[in-house]
Nanobody, 120 residues
Framework: QVQLVESGGGLVQPGGSLRLSCAASGRTFSNYAMLWFRQAPGKERERVAA????????SYADSVKGRFTISRDNAKNTLYLQMNSLKPEDTAVYYC?????????????WGKGTLVTVSS
């Protein structure tokens, strides 16, 4: 089992920045590719970013490319999502998830989410 706990969400003005964290405990964090998803009210869940086990490969949704950066610290068992130039349409609950690879369509573990609200 891997327990994932997100933090760092909150209210931010358009154009602002936030950094989300996802703390992992349980099985070896570095055994898993890690991903961020988000779900806005009334919308389907969207995959935002992914990072492979070592951190050497990342991928992003077109909607966040150039604004968000995913990273991980395997020594600290922590995943991050740096979000810059935030827009109102980035408002959502953000979830971290663990998977076998960044290309897998199914996730092994999920966190409970942290709410990000972008509003003036």
């Amino acid at each position: 089992q891997v327990q994932l706990v997100e933090s760092g969400g909150g209210l931010v003005q358009p154009g602002g920045s936030l950094r989300l964290s996802c703390a992992a405990s349980g099985r070896t964090f570095s055994n898993y590719a890690m991903l961020w998803f988000r779900q806005a009210p009334g919308k389907e869940r969207e995959r935002v970013a992914a990072i492979n086990r070592s951190g050497g490969i990342t991928s992003y949704a077109d909607s966040v490319k150039g604004r968000f950066t995913i990273s991980r610290d395997n020594a600290k068992n922590t995943l991050y999502l740096q979000m810059n130039s935030l827009k109102p349409e980035d408002t959502a609950v953000y979830y971290c998830a663990a998977s076998t690879t960044i290309y897998s369509p199914s996730m092994v573990y999920w966190g409970k989410g942290t709410l990000v609200t972008v509003s003036s």
